[in-house]
């Protein structure tokens, strides 16, 4: 006869293997999204799905029709010579994103035998069914995600269609995240969890909508960049920081009081002897922290070098990640705590049964 517990684990572990990989796989997406957008490669195919109208870009502008400025011309053609850099950067960040999303389907595939599995631990199919919702929630997003790529191109990459479009990203890995820590059923140090500040939970809730808010203030300095650029033909990169409005003032201070909430989080978990994924997730958080406070100060002292605005925003979106891992991992650790023990009645007086 199958165990049932060994069952569930094996399905489990399964799960995860294709659910952290699909977390990677997001990740470098949005890396990826982020250099087609420095390096000004987003209508380097102006039409969608299609690139120039082939399913495989043209390599030179002989292979293309020659009224192709006039055919594209509203998606800004009319002046522009085709440029293969910015057509197959954008072409192979298109790849990327079909790939994406067939992890995000192997993924919701490898949830299936969990949606109705009862949990090992609580004997209840919650949790288990939780790993299916959440990866069926990942992957209807990420067909959504895919129509609203093809809206980004029609619209000549809208600014707010673009910002829309980045939240989307968010959220999917979110569900994907999620879904990891459910799979999981983490480790934790009972009596370091009842040591915490009764506020940490709250303090890492704040700390990811003020970051999310930022993410999204951090886009309208991206986009005043752009304007900046085309205007100057990408030139006097020196000049462009002095002519950006009054938003990169904001997103340049707000950063600050946001590094501090987050580093007191992080020394609140760092010093209640966590180990485990408790502590890796903390020390990866100061070192996000610290890693894009250098990349903001780099972009301010150094006239907004290319490299650094992609990474920017992937260490800003891999902060809000491993936020939520902590506090999903911490929610689950509570809960855990809730439970009355498994061979104790649920008020607590009851004895073992025998079998």
């Not at 890693?291 to 800003?316: E, K, V």
């Not at 008020?347 to 025998?354: L, S, Y």
Request: proline share 5%; aromatic share 8%.
């Amino acid at each position: 006869m199958t165990n049932p517990a060994a069952a569930d684990d094996r399905a489990r572990r399964r799960f995860r293997r294709f659910a952290i990989a699909t977390v990677v796989t997001i990740y470098a997406l949005i890396l990826v999204g982020g250099i087609v957008r420095a390096t000004g490669a987003g209508m380097g195919c102006p039409d969608w799905p299609t690139c120039f109208g082939q399913w495989i870009p043209p390599t030179a502008e002989s292979q293309l029709p020659a009224d192709y400025q006039t055919i594209y011309a509203d998606r800004g053609y009319a002046n522009t010579t085709f440029n293969v850099t910015k057509t197959w950067t954008e072409y192979l960040n298109r790849l990327l994103g079909v790939f994406t999303g067939f992890t995000i389907l192997l993924t919701l595939i490898a949830a299936w035998p969990l949606r109705r599995r009862a949990s090992a631990n609580t004997g209840k199919p919650g949790d288990s069914n939780s790993i299916f919702v959440l990866s069926l929630a990942a992957f209807v997003l990420v067909v959504f995600q895919g129509w609203l790529g093809s809206r980004v191109v029609a619209s000549n990459l809208s600014p707010g269609m673009i910002t829309v479009h980045m939240l989307v990203a968010q959220i999917i890995v979110g569900l994907v995240i999620a879904s990891v820590v459910s799979a999981s059923r983490p480790r934790i140090d009972v009596d370091a969890v009842r040591a915490l500040p009764p506020l940490i939970s709250t303090g890492l809730i704040v700390a990811m909508v003020l970051g999310l808010s930022q993410l999204i203030i951090g886009t309208q300095v991206r986009e005043a960049v752009d304007l900046i650029a085309r205007a100057s033909d990408h030139e006097n990169r020196h000049l462009w920081i002095d002519n950006l409005p009054w938003v990169f003032t904001l997103h340049k201070w707000y950063a600050l009081p946001l590094v501090a909430l987050n580093g007191w989080l992080a020394w609140q978990l760092l010093s209640s002897n966590h180990s485990g994924v408790l502590r890796s997730l903390n020390i990866a958080l100061v070192a996000l922290l610290l890693g894009t406070s250098l990349i903001g100060m780099s972009m301010d002292r150094l006239n907004l070098p290319m490299f650094a605005q992609p990474l920017h925003l992937w260490f800003a979106s891999l902060i809000f990640g491993v936020q939520l891992a902590i506090t999903l991992v911490l929610r689950s650790a509570r809960t855990e705590l809730a439970q009355p023990p498994r061979n104790q009645s649920p008020r607590g007086v009851g004895t073992a049964t025998q079998t």
